[in-house]
């Protein structure tokens, strides 16, 4: 009996003493696997350490980056945007530094716009343009605003027409001007399309990538409740993407007020563009700063509609 205790105890010991050999071994491998793992990082040695900085003084909110600025504040940069140029304009024109006939002065500008008033040719020729305006890029909007939707919703919509409109967008609708004149002759027609040519492709990239905006889980959710895919396209996609589409809209409505200028050189008898040709045959640059000024201040008008359009319709858009 006693020779079987001993056995047992030696039998006991040997494991132990395996087991002691066998984590001894793990040990070493484990720090044989990091010691080749450091030597196999890049060396350091190089490296400067990093230098030790101040706690970095409290900035001015103006020129902290995002962060809200008073009421106060906001309101003297923006009369600042507009007096310190015209400051400037007014400096320059008082003292003699440019010639009148290159550079008139406010006082004149304001008397030649007052006088074109006057005789009614300045809003004759305003109204010309806005029609051209409402119908050219009336045109691209209802054009445009279909095919962005159609690219940006469907893959395959996108895989056919975005080549395209790529290729197209990058052409001058200016370089148009003659193959439309000999398409649609020298009437209103041709100058609609210029405004077409000019803005269509634009708003419609750009509308098709605030379609594509639209948050995939929205999509899903409105499957998973039973939506159709007409009901998650003007239920869901349509209605998330409109305050974007309107600051497309709000941003090419700019371009059309370049390219109608340019439409309107070719023979013109009324609007902006127009009068504006007209007056540079006499030198009479009061007149141009005039209409310019004009067509600034009612372009910023229409930017400031749009915006709260945007506003109204899109509440939840940041």
Avoid: C
Wanted: charge should be positive; glycine fraction near 8%; avoid cysteine.
């Amino acid at each position: 009996m006693t020779e079987l205790t001993g056995s047992a105890s030696r039998t006991a010991a040997g494991t132990e003493a395996d087991e002691l050999e066998a984590h001894r071994i793990e040990d070493e491998q484990r720090l044989a696997e990091e010691h080749a793992a450091k030597a196999a990082l890049p060396e350091r040695a190089d490296w400067a350490p990093l230098p030790r900085r101040a706690r970095p003084a409290p900035k001015a909110a103006l020129l902290t980056i995002r962060t809200p600025i008073s009421a106060r504040a906001k309101w003297t940069l923006t009369v600042l945007s507009v007096a310190l140029p015209l400051a400037i304009w007014w400096t320059l024109s008082a003292t003699g530094a440019v010639s009148p006939t290159f550079l008139p002065s406010p006082p004149a500008v304001l008397k030649a716009g007052a006088q074109m008033a006057s005789t009614g040719e300045l809003f004759g020729d305003l109204w010309a343009t806005v029609q051209r305006i409402l119908l050219g890029f009336g045109l691209a909007v209802l054009i445009s605003v279909p095919l962005g939707i159609v690219m940006g919703t469907f893959s395959a919509g996108q895989a056919l027409l975005e080549p395209l409109v790529g290729f197209l967008r990058y052409m001058p609708a200016s370089s148009f001007i003659p193959l439309l004149i000999i398409w649609l002759g020298i009437g209103e027609e041709s100058k609609v399309a210029v405004l077409v040519l000019g803005t269509v492709f634009f708003n419609t990239l750009m509308t098709a990538d605030v379609v594509r905006g639209v948050p995939r889980n929205l999509i899903n959710v409105s499957y998973t409740l039973g939506a159709r895919r007409g009901e998650v396209l003007r239920k869901v996609i349509i209605p998330h993407s409109l305050p974007g589409m309107l600051d497309a809209i709000r941003v090419n409505m700019a371009a059309a007020w370049n390219f109608v200028v340019v439409a309107e050189l070719v023979n013109a008898t009324a609007g902006l563009g127009y009068r504006i040709t007209r007056a540079q045959r006499f030198l009479q640059t009061d007149k141009i700063f005039a209409v310019l000024l004009l067509i600034g201040l009612l372009g910023l008008l229409i930017d400031v509609a749009l915006r709260l359009v945007r506003t109204k319709l899109g509440r939840w858009a940041a």
